[in-house]
């Protein structure tokens, strides 16, 4: 019994136990919260201010290390609006060049934003503004000057691919809890889509700040303060020199150049025309260069090379001869009759001998021929099921890299269009139609669009002989190579030869399209392209990739309302190619005559 | 005979009122603060589901229902279920060993379906009831070495289970149910060599080894040469000696070979040993920016600044002593630590007036895990002790914890309510 009694006991052990732990926790607080002042001090925000250490975003090089986009200072003035009170505000607007309503709109939107987080309240000020105020902050509590970079582009190219930078909008404040307002993020182009890796990670420094608003040090000597990571450095894939000479080219037209290394999918060259300088859409100029831009009728805000679709033409009839050679319906011997203009259903605009073989059919581009390809490809596979027939040259066709975008680095692709069988079933009804019907498609006319950025691609398709790999714009990321998956087509490569024979003879042979602008010794192989359209004269296209042997560039060309392929595309095209393989311009006369012509 | 007639009738008769208002208060005081730590001007309304407090509202109805359906049971099952309850929560502890979820570095989440609980939050009050079972036979008799042994191994097997799902926080919960054996006959010594065992860990960690180990000599050689006594003294000297020096050194082995990098080094800035690190000292000093900064009477309700900077991180779950300290002052603490310890006294009292030793055992394993998570939590947030991450019973945000802690609490108030009976 003393026995129990003496274990009852014990329960004012624990009790005394869970009461000293308690005790210690009130002593503790009663310290923190009552008698020491470190803590209210600590938290009073006026006195310790978060400073962001912005990175500089990571550069940016052309394929032989030429810098194209860099980085420039910048000073933005930024606001508490917690922390705002008796104030000059005449005199600071008077210092900050703005009006007292622009001054209220401001404070209205940073307090909206957040009462307590710094947002900006005037950007990019001048140094000299800059200079007066840091000597005059401290009358103004609750504003203070952030230091940040900017982009500056020594060349005004590629202002489509590489894209802008911009103050983050509320989404992407929303989206991403890294994001504060007032920062900084990729937009479009490169800059979008490597956003993670040029952003770097922004650092924090917190500072302390007396009442009158100045810095007195670090807080806890900088235990607390949180690093930056400078962004990291791109190495794109585009040749400056190609590229420039392409914008030179483009002056004053409407349409696109892709250059693509086909080995490795990389960019050389792309442009889309007209364009814009880069640097104009920098800082605080930004939003009203943007609205100025977006409102030209030429709009040249409009990424061509990747965004605008066009039927490919000519260009076209590469494609169903290799479908035609895949599938078995047609052999590199197989002749179709061409009756010139009095061709039914096509007629045919060149005059030539007839019947043609495939290769000569490419050589003069012989449109009856290619219908007859056409036609047969899809009748001969269907075994008379329309859609089944239809549905195999169009899985061919696609596995070009047509009808879809791009897994790559370039953001807002568009499709483009390769027609499915059901949509000519809604069209025309089930049983309402055959080859005879989309005969349009033989020739690359129709419902066919493809994007220039796609053209370029079959160009490389053709030039490896089957396989192509996602065109990209940037070879690496802090010296790390980018990794891009080996896409292989659905045509054996013995096809391609095939029709590269007919390629060859379009710029090599006697009566080819291209003739007019081969090189002294570079075989060219391409084909040329004129396509009708709504808006006036025909597009004038090309593709082409050289050297035939072992090819180290594909190239599309489109240039809307020009004309025929062989009159613009085509000598565009090769100057682009004499350049990068021979780093020159040896037709000087020829160049000129391009970069100064005027097609818009 | 007409008063039994009537308990059976009402499952409610007998409950402790005062546990039960504890409760309630702590819930609802919890569910505010919450609330507070989230507050912001988007989602204002306190129901919205979209947030930690709307969620939160639900797994206050769901502890509701569940404490009624547990005064709702027949008292015998507790004891008699005691077991078949532990196996099931030892076997979903292995279960998410292998199919668990990882949240932030502990695997110790079971998703299903839309919902994913953590039953390390469950096997307290399932070792608490095994435990009361097992010493609670008469036939058991706890100075004999086999019943301590299996009385430990109970208490160690989900210890050990959770420390390897990487959950140290709720391992070291189960140390308190050393409370519980004290109060079952283990020896005053064992809590006194427990807590030299601390001390020595703290000193080993803050001092070299050898200075330690020459101070505990010179110590121990001080204490012989006073006594007059030295009859066999001598050899105990040098046991406590030897057992002092091995803790010392294997102190230093698990410290630097067997805790992890952020659990060292959340030691080594509570220690104040370790200063230029970013992380783990940052989130303890903007909690104490917090608590300290609320002053005597507070900020008010939802007037917290260092919350609305989001400079605490988990505020509303580890963390929500962070809001209470800063919104609620010192006055806010101070109630809120005596409803905590009037809940644990209460339940300590009530323990020693059961008839049946099982719940007795029950009750003070309930006040033993509440006050572990107590004193780890609080103590953490201003800077006691190193940042282990365990909620704050019956008010952080969480519902395997909150629905676990009701669970814990309500089977004792139906024992108690029932105390008369033969249980």
Request: aromatic share 10%; glycine share 14%; proline share 3%.
């Given at each position: 019994m003393s026995q129990l009694s003496s274990h009852s006991q014990k329960r004012y052990v624990v009790s005394g136990i869970i009461i000293a732990v308690a005790a210690i926790f009130i002593l503790k607080l009663f310290y923190m919260q009552v008698i020491s002042d470190k803590y209210k001090i600590l938290s009073e925000s006026n006195v310790r201010r978060i400073v962001t250490i912005y990175p500089a975003r990571g550069l940016i090089y052309d394929r032989n290390g030429r810098k194209i986009v860099s980085n420039e200072e910048a000073y933005d003035v930024m606001v508490v609006p917690r922390q705002?009170?008796?104030?000059d505000t005449a005199e600071l607007c008077q210092l900050l060049e703005i009006d007292m309503q622009s001054f209220t709109n401001r404070l209205n939107k940073a307090r909206q934003y957040s009462p307590y987080r710094a947002s900006p309240f005037v950007e990019q000020i001048s140094k000299t503004t800059y200079g007066y105020l840091q000597e005059k902050l401290y009358r103004f509590p609750g504003f203070f000057v952030q230091p940040r970079t900017l982009r500056t582009y020594p060349y005004p190219i590629a202002a489509h691919t590489l894209g802008y930078v911009g103050e983050v909008n509320q989404k992407e404040i929303e989206s991403d809890p890294y994001y504060r307002m007032g920062d900084y993020i990729g937009k479009s182009g490169i800059e979008k889509s490597y956003e993670k890796e040029l952003r770097g990670v922004k650092g924090e420094k917190i500072v302390l700040v007396d009442v009158f608003n100045r810095e007195k040090g670090s807080f806890e000597n900088g235990l607390y303060d949180k690093p930056q990571m400078a962004g990291q450095d791109l190495i794109t894939s585009l040749d400056l020199d190609l590229q420039l000479l392409g914008e030179k080219l483009m002056m004053n037209k409407r349409g696109s150049i892709v250059a693509i290394e086909p080995s490795t999918g990389e960019i050389l060259a792309i442009v889309s025309s007209p364009s814009y300088d880069p640097n104009l859409l920098v800082g605080r100029v930004r939003g009203e260069n943007f609205k100025r831009l977006s409102q030209d009728p030429l709009n040249p805000l409009f990424n061509r090379s990747i965004q605008a679709t066009y039927s490919p033409g000519s260009t076209f009839k590469l494609v169903n001869a290799l479908v035609g050679l895949q599938t078995g319906a047609i052999t590199p011997e197989s002749r179709f009759y061409c009756n010139g203009k009095a061709s039914l259903p096509i007629a045919c605009s060149h005059s030539h001998y007839s019947p043609l073989e495939l290769i000569g059919a490419i050589e003069q581009s012989c449109n009856p021929y290619f219908w007859g390809v056409f036609k047969t490809t899809i009748e001969k596979t269907g075994g008379g099921d329309i859609h089944k027939g239809y549905n195999i040259w169009r899985q061919n066709v696609m596995s070009?890299?047509?009808?879809n975008y791009f897994d790559t680095d370039i953001p807002n692709q568009v499709k483009g269009n390769i027609p499915s069988s059901q949509y000519y079933d809604r069209y025309f009804g089930e049983k309402g139609w055959k080859a005879l019907t989309i005969r349009s498609l033989a020739i690359g006319q129709g419902e066919i669009l493809i994007t220039p950025l796609q053209l370029a691609n079959q160009a490389v398709v053709i030039a490896n002989k089957g396989y192509y790999y996602p065109p990209h714009v940037v070879k690496s990321v802090q010296g790390k190579p980018t990794r891009w998956n080996k896409k292989q087509s659905s045509i054996d490569s013995q096809h391609f030869e095939t029709i590269t024979k007919g390629m060859y003879r379009v710029f090599q042979g006697v009566s080819g399209t291209g003739r007019w602008y081969k090189l002294e010794n570079i075989d060219i192989c391409g084909k040329t392209g004129t396509v009708q359209n709504p808006h006036g004269k025909d597009h004038s296209l090309c593709i082409a990739f050289a050297p035939a042997e072992n090819p180290k560039i594909a190239i599309s060309v489109v240039i809307e309302n020009a004309g025929f392929g062989a009159t613009w595309a085509v000598p565009i095209a090769s100057l682009m190619i004499e350049k990068y393989l021979t780093?020159?311009?040896?037709?000087t006369e020829l160049e000129e005559r391009m970069s100064q012509a005027n097609l818009l | 005979m007409n008063t039994t007639r009537y308990k059976y009738h009402n499952?409610?008769?007998?409950?402790?009122r005062t546990l039960l208002w504890l409760y309630f208060t702590l819930v609802i005081f919890g569910w505010l603060n919450i609330y507070a730590a989230v507050y912001d001007e988007i989602h204002k309304n306190i129901f919205d589901l979209q947030t930690n407090y709307g969620r939160q509202m639900i797994w206050i109805a769901t502890s509701f229902v569940i404490a009624m359906a547990i005064l709702l049971?027949?008292?015998?099952?507790f004891n008699s279920f005691a077991f078949f309850i532990y196996g099931l929560v030892i076997v979903s502890l292995i279960l998410v060993l292998f199919v668990g979820k990882e949240i932030s570095g502990s695997k110790s989440w079971l998703q299903i379906g839309p919902i994913s609980i953590q039953p390390g939050e469950f096997a307290k009050f399932a070792t608490n009831l095994a435990l009361a079972s097992y010493l609670g036979n008469?036939?058991?008799?706890?100075?004999k070495a086999g019943v301590k042994i299996a009385a430990f191994s109970i208490i160690l097997i989900p210890a050990l289970i959770i420390l390897a799902q990487n959950e140290t926080g709720s391992a070291l919960v189960f140390l308190s149910f050393i409370l519980v054996l004290y109060r079952e006959g283990l020896s005053a010594k064992v809590l006194i060599a427990g807590a030299i065992i601390i001390a020595l860990f703290v000193l080993a960690l803050v001092l070299d080894k050898y200075i330690l180990i020459g101070l505990c000599a010179l110590i121990l050689l001080v204490y012989y040469l006073t006594r007059r006594n030295r009859k066999k003294l001598h050899w105990i000297l040098i046991g406590i000696f030897i057992a002092t020096s091995s803790i010392t050194f294997s102190v230093d082995y698990v410290f630097h070979n067997v805790l992890q990098p952020h659990q060292r080094s959340r030691i080594n800035v509570l220690l104040g040993k370790e200063t230029d690190i970013k992380g783990a000292g940052y989130n303890v000093y903007q909690s104490m920016i917090a608590i300290g900064s609320g002053g005597f009477w507070g900020k008010g309700y939802l007037k917290g600044t260092q919350t609305k900077y989001n400079y605490v991180p988990k505020q509303s779950t580890d963390f929500i002593f962070c809001t209470i300290g800063e919104e609620w002052g010192f006055v806010g603490s101070l109630i809120l630590i005596g409803l905590y310890v009037g809940l644990m006294l209460r339940i300590l009292q009530l323990a020693e007036r059961q008839r049946s030793a099982f719940s007795r055992i029950y009750g003070y394993g309930v006040a033993s895990i509440i006050f572990a998570h107590f004193a780890i939590n609080i103590g953490m947030t201003i800077g006691l002790l190193p940042v282990i991450g365990i909620p704050l019973p019956f008010v952080s945000y969480g519902g395997s914890s909150l629905l676990a802690f009701t669970i814990l609490l309500f089977i004792f108030i139906k024992l108690d309510a029932h105390r008369h009976d033969i249980i």
């Open positions: 705002v009170r008796n104030i070009l890299g047509f009808g780093g020159k311009i040896s037709r | 499952p409610f008769a007998g409950i402790d049971t027949d008292v015998k099952l008469i036939k058991r008799n706890f100075s």
